[in-house]
């Protein structure tokens, strides 16, 4: 079903679950077909009726097009037949298909647009292309045209290949001939399949190929019957639209070509004329299909075809009737097959009739078939045709035929000697065959099989599923052993079985017995199932380690998540099948067989293994065991329903790891089909899902990894419903299952039911259908309590290869037997009847419960004379048995016959052999065909080995009583079991008891040591009995030296453990204490300084550690040491706005962004408009740059000595390892905390002490002050010596200059001129401040050192900076500070008229200022010095604070202000009232045009707000906080000063009196007014009418500019990046049809970027400029070098850092809290914002470098 975005957006989806897949290819919207869905789902306009009174089209309207459309039509087949050519090699030329199809663009162009006039149109052309008369007419009337009978002939040669028989090759289909008598079953497939039998070609002449391995073929021709003449022969076409069809198929299906086609779709006749024709061409189709070299591309657009055209059920009805669509398909498939089957291996290689399909073939490994097998499981999916199928006897009969192809397809061999040199991977191919030619039709044809009424069907399947078996054990030459060292995974012939019995009897109520075959046939049928279990046992146990890893991944699909519904499930299902229908004892000694342990289950200390090396016995034994738990604990298909199934696999997943809501439903096996029962999303999903988990939601490591929604068992499924067994099943890794036993684990320890390391908890099961009640006779047979006496016994006297795994599945099983014993404890007594077995000596009957309490006193044993045990003499009278080699002497008891027989040697494989010779004798007609008997040394009894003797032992145990010890050895103690019922009677009459249900192995046996005593009284009386005997009833000498073993392996464990626990917790300490110094992303809380900061009085010089010598030390002059830092560029304080308005992602075309609020711009027309009026070099001194392209430099706080750091990145480039950097750009990793860094600053040499002086405050008054600044500065800098360090001073400022680009830099008229770099030294210092404020939230109300407090590097950089600047010697004519501290003489101003005046300075920037003052000083600075600085500029912000706010207020406010200052006009108190001082500042500038305005421009800028002295207050300090807040930075990071914390009003006064403004002896009761913080150098009102004489003599010039020029407060808020809308769909509508800007074309991979809102082609060659892709150049204008895009078909976010990328993540998540990369899963997403706050603060904080770790080079290609 397919539906247009339109129909989608219509309906209404309220509480569905749906994936919206966005098809490339068109087609016709089914929406408001009721044959396709239901009618409550059409959308709003097809659900309201079309009225039936619909106008008629004229008829005049429509003769131009029904007389020119046939003409024209046929025109376009002439053009199709010329240009094709039958190709030489039976391959077209591509290039010549193209180039015919790229002529005929237009004409195909023009007739899918007549598509799209609607129906009348649509009409029109159905008549035309169907329409047999016209076809006839035009074609068949060729007349004299040459060129025509030409094409004809083209066409005529074409079709010759068209038919399934080629005219000029009888060979249609090969097989093997065994004898010339006999036809083989493939030929009778055939005969079903095609009305009658094929008769035998005569000539029986040798094949070509013969030779190659095939053998002889027999060559069968299918005679075509009339039912099927279409499908054999050559194609004969009726119409234009078949013909049509048959060159679309030609041309391998033209894109514009099938879009035409599908869009006719609507029209209801055409629908089935086209589907009739798409049918007739099937064959066809196929052929082309093989011959294709891009057979992806034209798999896809088959199925945009069929898919349409078969969803329809009614469609697909009627076109099996009518077309014989179903004989066709599995016609088709067969042939398709059939050309790559090779000769089977398996088994019997020389003499094996059965053939395989070849995995390696391209057909197989390129998953040709898989349109086909889509389109035949797709009409599965009606019922209506699957029915036909069912009831067709032929067509099952093929359809099994076709089954065996892959029956045993992909056969592995072990490799025992070398290792296989050439590993193939066609592995994957073999599965997805197998899944999807195999198993999905069966699901498809399961699902019509749910109801008693359909029991015929099931009868029909089963019963020629296992002809095909009998034919394919003939075929393989089967008898009873299975091949060595060879498995294959693929039985589909088996499976099929098995999952039709299953729906027999769980919901057709068959009975079971009437449809499983005889004994021999289950004994077969179990083998291969059963080997590839033993095989997994293998692959896990290194045993298959030669066949390289393609085998693992073999054992790892067989069970993985969308196989094991139709594999593993099914096989063990078939294996229970028979378990509970053969002979227990057969049953369990086969899977020790095949699980190669036999040898190792004897009573004796050592023991031989013919078959098994001893490294993998232990695991092989596992293996036996786990396998028997899980085959007789899992209820999947006997009796569990569908619910719990579904909730038994959703816990296993659970259990594991927590699951994210899509990997849950992927890793849930739902049967492939989708009209099965469960369906992911479905409401029985979410409602298990709802029940046992608790979502937990997606959260943010601090390390900044990013979580998606996840779901986690809630506390009562680790109670109650944790299941080993079905993890155990379902676990690809075995990883998995260690995982869940430790969440098992943390959950007991957690919730305090169980401290120490539990054993899998044991889990009630389901209970059995009554068919298979026979399975559970496997716990009560002889052979497997024998086994489990052995294993206890060995477990107990620690022989070797066994392991805690053993004995928890051996107890595991001993518990299943407990539980489901027959209830009455029947008297076993009665003679066996038919001939006594050898291990009748060992137990007296077949049931646990009873053989639990039965001692057995000698054991006689086979063992190699080596062994310990042969020096014992043995007693007289003992009867023997064994299991493998073991001998057993039963002491007589009441009620027991004593067993007299003599000794006899058992075998565990000879026994079972007796068996299989009884069973064949019983139901074979031929009693003379005897069985082969094998006789390889390798499985003879074990006594034909010669080194072996027998011994016999003394035992005296039962199965209770090995229990009982084995309690005592694992509690350490002695006698440490007490029957509990002796305390508490009640025990028994309520035995659910929570203290057992979760424990170790301890917990383990009291549970079953109850449970058998609740079983029979006799048990119970016998446990106390033993337990009353105070020593165990071993021979002393034996135990002490056990116990004693034991103990001392106890007590060394615990020392080792006490040793590991303190180890750990030391390694622990450690990588705390390295944490907090090192990693602390975001935790202000550790405000521990580094020994960077130089604030302890210490009189030593301040000592650096290097991270790669590890030397502690001083930076010296010749040996430096530097910090790790990471410079780079950053634009992000440019786009700090000025109003709080959020800017929001543009998604529609109103919405655009324009940046000119942004920070950086505003600064940019700032500069360029000084630059016009003012001289140049005084401007690049008025303000910063650095907003956009400013550097930063951060660092990880670690130190290295400089010559270390060169050997380092010297190893780093030599070494080969691919790298996330580039060595050659100077870019590496810090040693010790691998942060990215790229160069290193050096640590100026110094001591503390000095530092300590120079903070001490002199007295010294501020004129001196200033006069020492003045002359500190004058003093040119002379470039220190040639050392080391002022080399790497050098370099490093090098570096800093070339981390941004030369547009950031050169802002000055005239290019490389110094001042250009004296701006910019000074600003990257502006930018290093005004970053740190803003991660410290924009205000320093915080206080405290900063989270980069400790890992600042701005005093280093200061040094580097300051030591540059100084070089650049500031004349002192032009110093500013001379105008900040001096008056000058008027007539000083008059000379300099002819060129361009210097800035004044109240439009100077007084933060520069600052800095040019700070960097002109020599380092290290005295603190007398800074604050004087401070002070004085404070001045001058102070008077431009008043400028401003004049210039705001209207004119009367103005003059009343002029009026009331000048009453006041007392000096001393003046100076320090904002009053005077504003009235001051007004009269001076009236003199000048400053307040000049055209009244209509007057108006529009009066403020309307009235001004009071306290919003003037306000006012005055807000313009003043940016400068205080970056100087007491400043002072923090130069002089080790805390900050104060404070509230956010109070920030003015604390920052004022921190830095020395305030005068210590202020009190602050009063209203804080900010003038107290004046301290005027020089009288104020003659350096104010100073300053504002300049600014008049400008305005006097150029009015219009003064006021602008002014500055203004400063009102940045903090940067943000763009608001995104809450839905995705939003913006994917918008912008994935959205054309760029640049190339006009709608991008392939649409991007935007999130800081500007640009949209951009990602990878585009269209906008791509000088060898940059558009993203890249857009993240250097943007960013300086880091971008951040929104991928609009992905929903993933990426972030390009300079030439490194990396891939961020998704901001938009589903319902679940999940990203859906790509959008693959279609579900609607909505915005995170968290998430999105995390995106923002790592842009802000300038950390996309530490914190993703998975970056690579970009190449400029995105």
């Not at 409550?40 to 004229?58: A, L, T």
């Not at 008369?133 to 094409?151: F, I, P």
């Not at 209970?767 to 497997?784: P, Q």
């Not at 039963?890 to 004593?898: F, I």
Request: net charge negative; with cysteine; proline share 5%.
């Amino acid at each position: 079903m397919s539906l247009c975005a339109e129909c989608f957006h219509q309906g209404d989806h309220t509480g569905h679950d749906f994936n919206m897949f966005r098809s490339q290819a068109g087609g016709a919207c089914d929406c408001g077909d009721s044959n396709v869905m239901r009618e409550s789902g059409f959308c709003r306009r097809h659900q309201i009726k079309s009225s039936s009174n619909i106008p008629c089209v004229p008829k005049d309207l429509l003769m131009m097009s029904e007389f020119v459309l046939p003409r024209f039509i046929l025109c376009l087949i002439q053009y199709l037949r010329e240009g094709y050519n039958e190709p030489a090699a039976d391959v077209p030329s591509e290039k010549d298909l193209n180039k015919v199809l790229q002529l005929l663009e237009p004409q195909i162009s023009f007739l899918e647009d007549l598509t799209k006039m609607g129906g009348a149109m649509r009409s029109v052309l159905t008549q035309v292309l169907t329409n047999q008369q016209n076809y006839k007419d035009l074609t068949s009337d060729l007349g004299e045209n040459a060129c025509a009978k030409k094409s004809h002939e083209k066409y005529l040669i074409a079709l010759k290949s068209s038919g399934l028989t080629y005219p000029e090759d009888k060979l249609v289909y090969g097989i093997q001939e065994p004898s010339a008598g006999t036809s083989t079953l493939a030929v009778q497939g055939f005969a079903g399949a095609t009305g009658t039998l094929g008769q035998l070609d005569s000539s029986d002449e040798e094949d070509q190929d013969g030779s190659q391995g095939l053998g002889k073929r027999k060559r069968v021709k299918l005679s075509s019957s009339a039912k099927d003449q279409s499908i054999m022969d050559v194609l004969k076409h009726k119409s234009f639209l078949e013909e049509l069809l048959f060159w679309t198929i030609k041309y391998e299906f033209p894109q514009k070509m099938v879009t035409f086609l599908l869009n006719m779709l609507p029209d209801q006749e055409y629908k089935v004329a086209f589907t009739k024709t798409f049918v007739q061409h099937y064959a066809f189709i196929m052929k082309t299909l093989k011959k294709s070299h891009e057979s992806d591309t034209m798999s896809n657009r088959i199925v945009h075809i069929s898919v349409q055209l078969f969803s329809n059920e009614e469609l697909a009805r009627q076109v099996t009737e009518e077309c014989q669509l179903l004989d066709i398909m599995v016609t088709v498939l067969l042939y398709m097959m059939e050309s790559c089957l090779i000769k089977s291996e398996l088994q019997d290689e020389e003499n094996s009739l059965h053939v395989v399909v070849n995995c390696g073939e391209a057909l197989l490994k390129n998953n040709t078939y898989w349109p086909l097998v889509s389109d035949f499981i797709n009409i599965l999916s009606h019922q209506s045709v699957a029915k036909k199928f069912l009831e067709d006897h032929g067509l099952l009969v093929t359809w099994m035929n076709f089954v065996s192809f892959f029956q045993g397809m992909n056969l592995n061999k072990r490799e025992l000697n070398e290792h296989v040199e050439f590993e193939s991977q066609t592995y994957y191919a073999a599965f997805a065959a197998e899944l999807e030619a195999c198993a999905q039709p069966m699901w498809g044809l399961l699902s019509h099989c749910k109801v008693r009424e359909t029991q015929e069907y099931t009868r029909n399947v089963v019963r020629y599923c296992l002809e095909a078996l009998q034919d394919w054990f003939d075929a393989i030459n089967f008898v009873d052993e299975p091949a060595p060292n060879q498995v294959t995974f693929h039985l589909p012939l088996h499976r099929y079985y098995a999952m039709f019995l299953s729906k027999a009897v769980k919901c057709q109520e068959l009975d079971l017995d009437s449809i499983l075959p005889d004994q021999e046939m289950l004994m077969k049928l179990m083998i291969h199932p059963l080997q590839i279990q033993a095989s997994l046992a293998e692959i896990h146990s290194n045993m298959w380690v030669r066949n390289g890893l393609q085998i693992k991944g073999q054992a790892m699909t067989y069970v993985q998540s969308h196989f094991c519904n139709s594999m593993i499930d099914p096989d063990i299902y078939l294996l229970q099948v028979c378990a509970s229908r053969l002979d227990p004892d057969y049953f369990i000694s086969s899977v020790f067989e095949r699980f190669k342990v036999v040898d190792l289950l004897t009573m004796a200390s050592q023991h031989q293994n013919t078959v098994l090396d001893a490294e993998h016995e232990r695991s092989m034994l596992e293996g036996a065991l786990t396998f028997l738990v899980i085959l007789l604990s899992l209820r999947l298909h006997l009796g569990m329903s569908d619910d719990e199934i579904l909730r038994a696999e959703m816990v296993a997943q659970l259990c594991m790891n927590d699951r994210t809501h899509s990997s849950l439903l992927d890793l849930i096996p739902e049967n492939p089909n989708p009209k099965s029962g469960i369906i992911p999303g479905s409401y029985s999903f979410e409602s298990v899902l709802s029940a046992v988990a608790d979502f937990k939601a997606p959260v943010f490591e601090p390390g900044g990894s990013m979580q998606q929604g996840m779901y986690t068992p809630k506390a009562e499924v680790w109670d109650q419903e944790f299941d080993p067994v079905m993890v155990i099943l379902r676990t690809v890794y075995r990883r998995d299952v260690q995982s869940a036993m430790d969440r098992y684990t943390a959950f007991l320890k957690q919730s305090g039911k169980f401290p120490g390391n539990p054993w899998p908890p044991y889990k009630k099961r389901t209970a059995l259908h009554s068919s298979y009640k026979g399975l559970m006779r496997l716990l009560h047979c002889k052979t497997l309590h024998i086994v489990l006496f052995t294993l206890l016994y060995k477990i107990l006297n620690d022989h070797q290869n066994l392991s805690e795994h053993v004995l928890c599945m051996v107890l595991y099983l001993i518990e299943l037997g407990l539980e489901n014993s027959a209830d009455e404890e029947s008297d076993e007594e009665t003679s066996v009847c038919g001939p006594e077995r050898c291990h009748d000596s060992w137990f007296p009957g077949s049931n646990l419960v009873s053989n639990m309490r039965h001692f057995i006193n000698y054991v006689r044993v086979r063992v190699p004379e080596t062994a310990p045990e042969v020096k014992r003499d043995s007693p007289a009278s003992t009867s023997s048995d064994s299991l493998g080699s073991l001998q057993s002497s039963r002491r007589p008891k009441v009620l027991q016959r004593e067993n007299s027989g003599t000794a006899q040697v058992f075998s565990l494989v000879a026994e079972r052999r007796k068996k299989f010779q009884e069973i064949i004798n019983r139901s074979s007609n031929e009693a003379n065909q005897v069985v082969r008997p094998k006789t390889s040394n390798k499985w003879s009894a074990p006594g034909s080995v010669p080194q072996l003797t027998t011994a016999i032992l003394e035992i005296k145990e039962s199965i209770l009583s090995l229990l009982i010890k084995l309690h005592h050895k694992l509690s350490g103690k002695q006698n440490s079991y007490y029957p509990p019922w002796l305390d508490d009677i009640e025990i028994l009459i309520q035995p659910e008891i929570p203290k057992y249900s979760h424990g170790d192995g301890i917990t383990a046996v009291e549970r079953i040591l109850l449970k058998a005593a609740l079983q029979s009284r006799m048990n119970k009386r016998i446990i106390e009995e033993i337990c009353r005997k105070v020593t165990p009833p071993v021979p002393p000498k034996k135990v002490t030296t056990a116990e004693k073993k034991t103990l001392d392996k106890e007590e060394r464990r615990q020392k080792a453990r006490e040793r590991q626990q303190k180890l750990l917790a030391e390694f622990a300490s450690r990588q705390k204490s390295f944490m907090e110094t090192a990693m602390d992303v975001d935790s202000p809380e550790n405000d521990i300084p580094m020994e960077i900061t130089t604030a302890e009085p210490q009189l030593s010089e301040a000592v650096y550690d290097c991270v790669i010598c590890g030397q502690s030390g001083p930076s010296s002059e010749d040996r430096p040491t530097g910090l790790v830092v990471l410079l780079q560029a950053s634009s992000v304080l440019g786009q700090c706005r000025d109003n709080l308005e959020p800017k929001k992602l543009p998604i529609t075309e109103e919405e655009q962004i324009y940046p000119w609020d942004t920070c950086a711009a505003v600064h940019d027309v700032r500069l360029s408009l000084l630059q016009r009026y003012f001289k140049d070099s005084s401007c690049l001194l008025a303000v910063s740059i650095g907003w956009e392209g400013g550097v930063y430099v951060q660092t990880c706080g670690h130190t290295l000595h400089i010559d270390c750091h060169k050997s380092y990145m010297e190893s780093l480039r030599n070494d080969q390892v691919l790298q996330g950097f580039s060595v050659d750009k100077g870019e590496f990793t810090c040693p010790l905390c691998r942060q990215f860094a790229n160069s290193v600053l050096p640590c100026y040499p110094g001591s503390n002490m000095e530092n300590n002086l120079w903070q001490r405050h002199s007295n010294k008054s501020i004129p001196d002050l200033i006069k020492e600044v003045e002359e500190l500065q004058g003093r040119p800098g002379a470039f220190p010596s040639e050392t080391n360090l002022s080399k790497e001073m050098e370099s490093v400022m090098k570096d800093i200059k070339n981390t941004t680009q030369k547009k950031y830099r050169d802002y000055s008229k005239t290019p490389g001129s110094p001042d250009n770099d004296f701006l910019f030294m000074y600003s990257v210092a502006r930018t290093n401040l005004e970053l740190e404020l803003i991660h410290r939230g924009g205000n320093l109300c915080s206080g405290g050192a900063s989270t980069a407090g400790k890992r600042s590097c701005l005093n280093q950089l200061f040094h580097v900076l300051a030591l540059h600047m100084r070089l650049y010697s500031i004349d002192s004519e032009f110093n500013p500070w001379r105008k900040l501290t001096q008056l000058e003489e008027m007539n000083s101003q008059l000379g300099n008229e002819e060129q361009q005046p210097e800035v004044p300075i109240l439009y100077h920037d007084v933060t520069s200022l600052l800095l040019i003052q700070i960097l002109m000083m020599p380092q290290p600075l005295h603190k007398d010095h800074f604050t004087c600085i401070v002070k004085v500029l404070f001045t001058l912000l102070y008077t431009q604070a008043l400028a401003a706010l004049s210039v705001k207020c209207n004119e009367e406010d103005r003059s009343a202000w002029k009026h009331t200052g000048a009453l006041k006009k007392n000096p001393c108190d003046a100076e320090k009232s904002y009053k005077g001082l504003l009235s001051f500042v007004i009269s001076e500038l009236s003199k000048g045009k400053l307040y000049h305005e055209e009244g209509a421009q007057e108006c529009a800028m009066v403020s309307p707000i009235a001004w009071s002295p306290e919003s003037m207050e306000k006012y005055l300090q807000d313009f003043c906080l940016p400068f205080l807040r970056i100087t007491s930075l400043l002072q923090h990071h130069l002089f080790g000063e805390d900050l104060p914390s404070c509230q956010e009003e109070e920030e003015f006064s604390v920052l004022s009196s921190c830095l020395g403004l305030l005068p210590t002896f202020y009190q602050t009761e009063h209203p804080f007014i900010s003038a107290s913080c004046l301290d005027w150098p020089v009288p104020a009102f003659d350096i104010i009418a100073q300053w504002c004489s300049e600014i008049n003599s400008f305005t006097e010039r150029h009015a219009e500019q003064g006021k602008a020029l002014l500055i203004q407060e400063s009102r940045w808020k903090l940067p943000h990046l763009l608001q995104l809308p809450e839905n995705y769909n939003t913006i994917f509508q918008y912008y994935h049809r959205k054309t760029c800007s640049v190339c006009t074309k709608v991008p392939k991979d649409p991007a935007v970027c999130l800081v500007c809102g640009t949209f951009v082609c990602l990878k585009g060659l269209c906008c791509k400029q000088q060898s940059y892709c558009e993203c890249v150049l857009h993240s250097q204008n943007c960013g300086a070098g880091t971008g951040i895009f929104l991928l609009i078909n992905a929903s993933v976010i990426i972030i390009i850092r300079g030439h490194r990328f990396c891939l961020w993540g998704s901001v938009y998540l589903d319902a679940h809290g999940e990203e859906d990369r790509d959008l693959r899963r279609g579900k609607p997403l909505y915005i995170c914002k968290e998430r999105y706050k995390v995106l923002e603060q790592q842009w802000i904080s300038h950390t996309f470098d530490h914190i993703n770790k998975r970056w690579g080079p970009h190449y400029n290609g995105l």
